[in-house]
């Protein structure tokens, strides 16, 4: 995988692992944690519901499902 790719898994594991340790997040909270554009967010959150790791209980609010996850230690 080239360095964008990369990049972009890493970003994605760690918007995930922010929302499992907070709770239920609003994408506004993202954009500030994580520095990043709402456009950027949202593509981020979309992979992440796909694959059924995280859903929407309110517009703009995420939390995790209760999917399995495995995480290295």
């Keep these: 995988m080239n360095s964008t790719t990369d990049r972009m898994l890493t970003r994605i594991k760690d918007v995930y692992l922010y929302i499992l340790d907070n709770g239920t997040v609003t994408t506004d909270t993202l954009v ?11 593509r981020d959150l979309n992979v992440l519901e796909y694959n059924e790791l995280i859903t929407s209980p309110v517009r703009g609010k995420w939390t995790t499902t209760a999917k399995k996850v495995k995480l290295p230690s």
Excluded: L, N, P, Y
């Design 32 to 42: 500030e944690e994580f520095g990043i554009t709402h456009r950027t967010v949202q």
